[in-house]
């Protein structure tokens, strides 16, 4: 069974940060876009600091320093209150925030289950 197979069962989220997780780790690739979807609603401009990028929010001018793709999704989610930002988008982003909040209470309590045993 290969990686994916293992991922493709668990929940879509689930995936997603592990997808994140390697992206940290990946750094011998610096000036590479950033494959994230959020970025689609950012300017990114590669930092010479390896796998860091410089966003700026497309609908808002927000500037991020270290733009990671969790802070962006929050961003829309969030605190994106621009008029040309879409409802639909808003909301995606702000179920994807809540889904990984969920996510990582879930694993919080397996832990917690497993200590206890
Ligand atoms: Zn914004």
């Not at 609603?41 to 410089?54: D, I, R, Y």
């Not at 889904?99 to 397996?110: A, D, E, G, N, P």
Request: glycine share 2%; hydrophobic share 25%; net charge positive.
């Amino acid at each position: 069974m290969t990686l994916y197979d293992s991922f493709s069962m668990t929940s879509h989220y689930s995936y997603e940060a592990e997808r994140e997780t390697k992206n940290e780790t990946r750094s011998k690739h610096p000036g590479e876009r950033p494959l994230d979807p959020v970025w689609k609603h950012f300017a990114a401009t590669p930092l010479k600091s390896l796998s860091h990028f410089f966003a700026i929010c497309k609908y808002c001018n927000t500037q991020f320093s270290h733009g990671h793709p969790n802070e962006l999704e929050v961003h829309l989610a969030k605190e994106c209150e621009d008029e040309s930002l879409d409802d639909e988008i808003r909301s995606k982003y702000l179920e994807i925030v809540v889904q990984r909040q969920l996510s990582k209470k879930k694993l919080v309590q397996k832990i917690n289950q497993k200590n206890k045993k």
